[in-house]
Structures are given as C-alpha cells and as structure tokens.
C-alpha cells in the first residue's frame, strides 16, 4: 500500500470509524448500535480492477445514492495495495457498508477441478488484510457462483475450506469478527442442499457466518408466489436456518422496465423476518443493460474512448425510469426488525444433506479439504465430497466465470458481459 501522510491516515480512519460495525448473531445482521441490519444495496464494479480507489468518483456515486436509500454496495474486485482510506471514508460518511469479494481474476475456486491452496490462501488474506480497519466493511465473500450446474457440487467442501481458512485467519489476526460468506448461483438442482451444507456441521468454525443468492426469479408483473420466493423462503423456513441469508444479486432486466416490486416482498412482512434484504444488480449501465446509472451515451472505439464503449466515470445519470422505481421503493422500506437485546436465538445447524448421485455429490461423512487440495473424482465418474489429492501451491487461473441458467450471462464474476475481452485494454486507457 502506498504511504500516505499521518495526518491524512488519522482523518480516514476517525471518518470510518464513524459508523457502526456489523456482526452476526443467530439468523441476523446487527449494527454495533443494537440494531437489526438489513442490507440495501447496489453491485458496484467500474472498473475491472478496483472502483474504490478514486474518491472524486465514489463521492459523486456516494451521495446519488445515499439519496434513494442504499446502505450497502457490493465490490467484487480490489487491489489490496492500493489506497482505499478516502473512498471508504466517503462511502462510511454517506452511510454505506461494502461487501467485498475476497478473491482475485487468477485466484477464485473453480468448479472443474476445485483447489483450495496457499496461494489462494495468501491472496484472500491480503484482502482482509487491506480492509478489515474499515468499521464500514460489511463482510466478505470466499467465493461467488463457483457451483454453476447441478452437477458442481463436489467443489462445495472446496468453498467451505476456504471459510474455514480465512475465519481462522481473522481470528489468529485478532481481526473484528467480520462476517465470512458465499454468494451462490440459484441453481435449482442444489436447493436446498448447498445453503444447507455451508451451515450444516456441530463445527461452528467450519460454516459459514452467512450465506447469499444470486436470484433473478421476479421478472416483469409477478408476486411472491408466481416468481418462486415462497419457495426459496420455504427452503430456509423448513430447517430453521441458523445463519442470516440475503439476495446478493437480483432484479431481472426482461421484460422492461424494471419495476423492483420484489422489493416490497423481501422487506415486507413475507420475507423480512427470514431474510436480510437485497443487493441489485448493478450500478453502471454497460453492455448487459443491467446497469442503474450511466456516465454518458455509449461512444465509438477509439484511441481516447473507453475500450467498450462505456464511459466509467463522471457524474451518474439515473436510468429512467428504473432508478426512480427502486428509490420509491427503498424509500418507503424500512422493516425495524428486532432489536439485538431481545433476540435470543436457539437455532441449530441444519443437517448436511446426504450424499445422493447426480444430485448432491458430496459425502457428508467426509473431512474438509486441507490446504493444498485438489479434488479427484472417483473411479466411475461420482464424486464422493472431498475426495482429495496434494497439488501446487499456484492457484489455476481463469479470466471468466460460469453464470446460473436464468440469471443474467454475466463475466468475471458478475461484473459485467463483456469486460474480458476489454480487460487488456482497460489497463491500457486507464
């Protein structure tokens, strides 16, 4: 990290401390205040690389929105050595926790063939490393939509190793208890088996501190029970899921516009004492027309353009008439829950779903996968959990991820269609 003047360090930090902290207890999110948090929050990736880095930017993006309400934005990707004390300060004064993705283009856990090693391990850490100061981190996530078809269970226990690592790492650090999560792909061949096995364990120290869904299930003029979130609500209900679960991503783009009336569902009375509110895809418009806002109208290519088209800073227009429909929802949302004194949870870990071939591959007998692992299938093709071998210490890299049948197409890691092939020449305008 670069270093920066003492005087401007100590105005940073007491900016960010300003806020209060998150913290799990039971099946909720709590401020440090007491209160029951429920997340309010927008995906938020400019740039490839890391959009927290340029304060002008995150103060023009911070108060639009602050003005409808946002309490949370989601960031898949950062440089840990870079400077973020400025624009967390910003975000922290406007109110607004972030959700952070811990790992990098070369270092997620992949679904064919799943490794969890010390490289992995190293570059996780130097997330955390870089951002767990901040009062306003949120949580962090191990993986995003690294299961991607029915059949990629087998690198589930991959998934929990990784939590497993990195809550031990935090502790050993004697880090603030910052909540450690996966935000999965809705695929329906693994509900609810996958949420159900990043909980499930008598080892607390094995699961998850929470778990999130990438849905896109409430598309056009439905309700709670056309756009299947009974059943998603049913799958928590059923076993008294003892961990809090919330929408990482959400809001279908077809057919337009985007009404957001789901949100009146997952804040209101059918979803809010279950879930822990909803985080909509996404901020900028680009070329997956998911976007809330745009910097400017989209430009020809060319030596001083952005290399997609889509210009990534500026000023933030509001899409029309999309961005007034989620801001008259938030604004009139606003479940108070139950305050963190008299909630006194008595939930128990759900059990670990049994092992069931082409469905559910995943021993539930079987041991964790220690660090430096990698899966191999069994002789016939099945895959009995964490079937194990030792691998090298480099992690495989891969420059897209898969997207959920039904969910937006969407590359490295939810950011955006397109920005693989102009991943080279972002580093080059920029």
């Given at each position: 990290?670069?270093?920066?003047?003492?005087?401007?360090?100590?105005?940073?930090?007491?900016?960010?401390?300003?806020?209060?902290?998150?913290?799990?207890?039971?099946?909720?999110?709590?401020?440090?205040?007491?209160?029951?948090?429920?997340?309010?929050?927008?995906?938020?990736?400019?740039?490839?690389?890391?959009?927290?880095?340029?304060?002008?930017?995150?103060?023009?993006?911070?108060?639009?929105?602050?003005?409808?309400?946002?309490?949370?934005?989601?960031?898949?990707?950062?440089?840990?050595?870079?400077?973020?004390?400025?624009?967390?300060?910003?975000?922290?004064?406007?109110?607004?926790?972030?959700?952070?993705?811990?790992?990098?283009?070369?270092?997620?856990?992949?679904?064919?063939?799943?490794?969890?090693?010390?490289?992995?391990?190293?570059?996780?850490?130097?997330?955390?490393?870089?951002?767990?100061?901040?009062?306003?981190?949120?949580?962090?996530?191990?993986?995003?939509?690294?299961?991607?078809?029915?059949?990629?269970?087998?690198?589930?226990?991959?998934?929990?190793?990784?939590?497993?690592?990195?809550?031990?790492?935090?502790?050993?650090?004697?880090?603030?208890n910052i909540p450690i999560g996966y935000s999965a792909a809705d695929i329906s061949?693994?509900?609810?088996?996958?949420?159900?096995?990043?909980?499930?364990?008598?080892?607390?120290?094995?699961?998850?501190?929470?778990?999130?869904?990438?849905?896109?299930?409430?598309?056009?003029?439905?309700?709670?029970?056309?756009?299947?979130?009974?059943?998603?609500?049913?799958?928590?209900?059923?076993?008294?899921?003892?961990?809090?679960?919330?929408?990482?991503?959400?809001?279908?783009?077809?057919?337009?516009?985007?009404?957001?009336?789901?949100?009146?569902?997952?804040?209101?009375?059918?979803?809010?004492?279950?879930?822990?509110?909803?985080?909509?895809?996404?901020?900028?418009?680009?070329?997956?027309?998911?976007?809330?806002?745009?910097?400017?109208?989209?430009?020809?290519?060319?030596?001083?353009?952005?290399?997609?088209?889509?210009?990534?800073?500026?000023?933030?227009?509001?899409?029309?008439?999309?961005?007034?429909?989620?801001?008259?929802?938030?604004?009139?949302?606003?479940?108070?829950?139950?305050?963190?004194?008299?909630?006194?949870?008595?939930?128990?870990?759900?059990?670990?779903?049994?092992?069931?071939?082409?469905?559910?591959?995943?021993?539930?007998?079987?041991?964790?996968?220690?660090?430096?692992?990698?899966?191999?299938?069994?002789?016939?093709?099945t895959g009995g959990g964490s079937q194990a071998t030792g691998s090298g210490s480099?992690?495989?890299?891969?420059?897209?991820?898969?997207?959920?049948?039904?969910?937006?197409?969407?590359?490295?890691?939810?950011?955006?269609?397109?920005?693989?092939?102009?991943?080279?020449?972002?580093?080059?305008?920029?």
């Amino acid at each position: 990290m670069r270093t920066a003047l003492l005087t401007s360090a100590l105005a940073g930090v007491g900016a960010v401390n300003a806020i209060a902290t998150i913290s799990v207890k039971g099946s909720k999110f709590f401020t440090s205040d007491g209160d029951q948090f429920y997340v309010k929050g927008i995906a938020y990736q400019l740039v490839p690389d890391d959009p927290l880095i340029d304060n002008t930017q995150c103060k023009l993006d911070a108060e639009l929105m602050k003005s409808i309400s946002t309490n949370s934005i989601r960031v898949y990707h950062v440089d840990p050595s870079a400077e973020h004390d400025d624009c967390m300060s910003t975000f922290a004064d406007a109110g607004i926790y972030i959700w952070l993705d811990l790992d990098t283009f070369d270092t997620q856990i992949e679904q064919t063939s799943p490794h969890w090693n010390q490289t992995q391990l190293d570059h996780f850490s130097a997330v955390m490393d870089t951002f767990q100061k901040y009062d306003n981190l949120a949580g962090f996530f191990v993986g995003n939509e690294v299961l991607t078809t029915g059949n990629g269970s087998v690198a589930a226990p991959f998934v929990k190793a990784a939590a497993r690592d990195l809550k031990a790492y935090r502790d050993s650090k004697n880090y603030r208890n910052i909540p450690i999560g996966y935000s999965a792909a809705d695929i329906s061949t693994l509900r609810p088996m996958l949420q159900n096995y990043l909980a499930c364990g008598d080892n607390s120290s094995e699961a998850l501190d929470f778990y999130s869904l990438n849905a896109y299930e409430w598309c056009g003029e439905s309700s709670y029970m056309q756009s299947g979130y009974n059943m998603l609500t049913e799958n928590v209900t059923n076993v008294g899921y003892n961990i809090p679960i919330f929408l990482s991503e959400t809001g279908c783009i077809k057919p337009p516009p985007r009404t957001f009336d789901d949100q009146a569902a997952i804040f209101g009375d059918e979803m809010a004492n279950v879930w822990s509110g909803a985080i909509v895809y996404e901020w900028i418009m680009e070329a997956n027309e998911y976007g809330l806002v745009s910097y400017g109208p989209k430009v020809e290519p060319g030596p001083s353009a952005p290399p997609d088209g889509y210009t990534r800073s500026g000023t933030p227009t509001p899409i029309s008439p999309d961005f007034d429909n989620l801001s008259n929802h938030w604004k009139t949302l606003s479940p108070s829950g139950v305050k963190e004194s008299e909630y006194n949870p008595t939930l128990t870990a759900p059990p670990c779903p049994a092992f069931t071939s082409e469905a559910w591959e995943v021993d539930p007998t079987s041991k964790l996968p220690t660090l430096g692992q990698t899966y191999q299938a069994q002789a016939g093709g099945t895959g009995g959990g964490s079937q194990a071998t030792g691998s090298g210490s480099s992690a495989t890299a891969s420059a897209t991820r898969g997207a959920a049948p039904g969910n937006p197409a969407r590359e490295l890691q939810s950011m955006g269609i397109g920005l693989v092939g102009v991943f080279a020449g972002f580093l080059i305008w920029m």
